[in-house]
């Protein structure tokens, strides 16, 4: 597998086609269709030679990459132009769930939780 955030620096629209196809926002979050359509736009908008531009792009590994990293190897410009795409932050209630199931207990927990309660 590779990791294509690698080439977001070169791409910058990967930044926001990422953020909207990831965001935990579901009612904001990209269908196939729309990412598409999205990246085909953009995609006929680009030079002959910013489509020959070359792209490193490493193997990816254990380490991943959050969204937030994503818009920072963008410059700010592009950024600010775009950021109708990015995502809010997400709550800290859910950052907590997160870590709670970040443990086999914790996780064990909130699904005995969710099937007793049916949430």
């Known amino acids: 597998m590779f990791r294509f955030a690698d080439a977001i ?3 910058n629209m990967l ?14 979050r990209f ?3 729309q990412a598409y359509a999205f990246w085909i736009e953009f995609v006929r908008s680009l030079s002959d ?4 531009a070359e792209v490193t792009v490493s193997i990816y590994g254990d380490d991943k990459m959050t969204v937030e990293e994503c818009w920072n190897r963008i410059p700010p ?4 132009l775009w ?3 990015r995502s809010p932050s997400i709550p800290n ?7 709670v199931c ?15 309660f049916r949430i």
Do not use: C, N
């Open 31 to 33: 269908t196939a269709a």
């Open 49 to 52: 030679e910013e489509l020959s």
């Open 102 to 116: 970040s443990y086999e207990t914790g996780a064990r927990f909130v699904r005995y939780v969710r099937k007793t």
């Open 83 to 85: 950021s109708h795409y």
């Open 93 to 99: 209630s859910i950052r907590l769930l997160h870590w």
């Open 9 to 11: 620096p070169t791409i």
């Open 15 to 28: 930044a926001p086609l990422f953020d909207r196809m990831t965001t935990h926002v579901i009612s904001q």
């Open 77 to 80: 410009a592009f950024a600010k």
